[in-house]
């Protein structure tokens, strides 16, 4: 009787026309209460607390346990479950996905855009320096707007703008095996894989936006630039060329590349404070600090110092010793990046710190940039259904192996993009100075300052591009 009955519900499954009204009729009520059944039972299911409910009822049903395979075959027919695989182990995977550890929404923006063409962040900026000095009379303050006398037409200006392309790509990768090897080993299949897959994917955001600070040969050339780098920034008369930490000592001459100490992460954060951008200062509310391995334990001594010894000396060579209160207490958090030791195969790789906004965002904008495709923010794993039909007709398993070779394959896509957008609110050091570098000659003058202040404008200030894009 039992082998009788598979047969005879496919049988009942095919009826969709006759004219015997009665077969019909039970027909009907047979697929009726099929799908009643299976909704029950799917529902259940899917209502499990977490998605490793799921799997451990089919850790149960595979070791032989009569209860969890009653489950399975109340909830489930062949040509049922790679449906119900399908939404169990995405959630699953995603589950697992906002489990994992992530670094990148620490120092940078989260956006979308609709497709792979570049898509352009645009920030409008005023240019106030061709308003009137004076106006009626009125010497007119730095940044401020004319004064207008009666009857007095109003000057114009105009709005400038800058831009950064940006664009996502599409990563991923596939996972075949045998039919054999499902059969074998099916629940280290299910279990083992969608959470690998959705480690590679999360795994690939935090690389690709790590990436915009550094390439294998150190910090990224495209989004930071050394005072003595051919087209360095200007961010204007008080600080040096670039974006790298450095500060001018008098003479001519600057420090460049500092180690990580307090008075040096101080340093940085000023000299960010210093820059300008379109006679705008660059603010930054919050900073973070992103070091490898080999600092973190002298980073997070710094973040947690509330005071500390601070040694002068005199006009007499006595050296004086103070304990103040540290200024930078509260203005940054740590991020101890696994990946920048793998990226940044340099000489100085294990020495080298960066200091970017907190979340990415300063008071214009975006500084760095991780973007998905609208649509697509998620990681999609499939599975490979190339299984043909049954010659009496009918779907076939993804599960029973492919038409050609019986094999079976699990694929992970992500899509994403990096880019580094405004280099004036971002640092980086070397950490391996040794002594001072003369300023360039071209703009030394008294005490290491530009001999006349340099207007910034949109022109002279090279937008970083190319590999800063993933």
């Known amino acids: 009787m039992e082998s009788t009955l598979p047969r005879l519900r496919a049988v009942l499954d095919g009826v969709d026309r006759t004219d015997d009204y009665e077969l ?24 499990m607390r977490k998605p490793t409910e799921f799997l451990q009822l089919v850790r149960e049903a595979s070791d032989g346990r009569p209860l969890a395979i009653g489950k399975l075959r109340e909830a489930v027919s062949t040509g049922d479950f790679p449906l119900l695989f399908q939404s169990i182990s995405q ?42 000095d004076s106006n009626g009379g009125a010497e007119r303050h730095v940044r401020a707007l004319p004064r207008i006398p009666e009857l007095t037409e109003y000057p114009t200006f105009n709005l400038t703008t800058e831009g950064q392309d940006y664009f996502v790509n599409k990563y991923g990768a596939r996972f075949p095996f045998s039919w054999e090897a499902f059969l074998n080993d099916e ?39 050394s005072p003595t780098d051919p087209g360095a920034w200007n961010f204007g008369s008080q600080v ?47 900073f973070v600090l992103i070091v490898p391995p080999s600092l973190s334990l002298t980073a997070q001594e710094i973040a947690q110092a509330t005071t500390y010894m601070r040694v002068t000396t005199d006009a007499a060579g006595n050296e004086i010793r103070v304990n103040v209160s540290s200024p930078i207490a509260g203005r940054f958090t740590v991020v101890e990046s696994q990946w920048l030791p793998q ?16 979340g990415g965002m300063t008071e214009r904008g975006p500084a760095i940039v991780t973007a998905f495709l609208r649509g697509y923010e998620t990681p999609e794993v499939r599975a490979m259904g190339d299984t043909g039909q049954r010659v009496g007709g009918g779907e076939i398993s993804p599960y029973q192996g492919s038409f050609s070779h019986d094999d079976i394959q699990y694929r992970v896509r992500t899509i994403i993009g990096a880019a580094g957008i405004d280099p004036s609110a971002v640092a980086v050091s070397k950490g391996n100075s040794v002594g001072t570098i003369p300023e360039p000659e071209a703009l030394m003058g008294p005490m290491g300052l530009t001999s006349q202040p340099i207007v910034q404008t949109t022109e002279n200030v090279n937008r970083p591009s190319g590999s800063s894009k993933k």
Do not use: C
């Not at 897959?197 to 050339?221: F, I």
């Not at 990226?343 to 907190?358: E, G, K, N």
């Open 24 to 47: 019909l009729r039970i027909a009907e009520n047979h697929k009726a209460r099929r799908a009643a059944v299976k909704q029950a039972a799917y529902k259940q299911l899917m209502g």
């Open 91 to 132: 959630a699953s995977m995603l589950g697992q996905w906002a489990e994992l550890p992530q670094q990148w929404p620490a120092f940078s923006q989260r956006t979308t855009v609709p497709d792979f063409r570049p898509a352009r962040l645009v920030r409008w900026d005023s240019t106030l320096e061709q308003l009137p």
């Open 187 to 225: 629940l280290n299949v299910l279990q083992q894989l969608p959470a690998q897959m959705a480690k590679w994917a999360r795994d690939t955001e935090d690389v690709l936006t790590t990436g915009v600070l550094a390439t294998s040969t150190g910090p990224n050339p495209d989004f930071f630039k």
């Open 240 to 286: 040096p060329l670039g974006n790298y930490v450095a500060w001018y000592t008098g003479g001519g001459n600057q420090v460049v590349n500092p180690p990580l100490t307090l008075d040096n992460l101080e340093r940085a954060m000023q000299s960010i404070a210093m820059r300008t951008m379109n006679g705008r200062t660059v603010r930054v509310q919050q």
């Open 343 to 358: 990226i940044d195969r340099s000489a100085t790789s294990a020495t080298t710190w960066y200091l970017v906004p907190a």
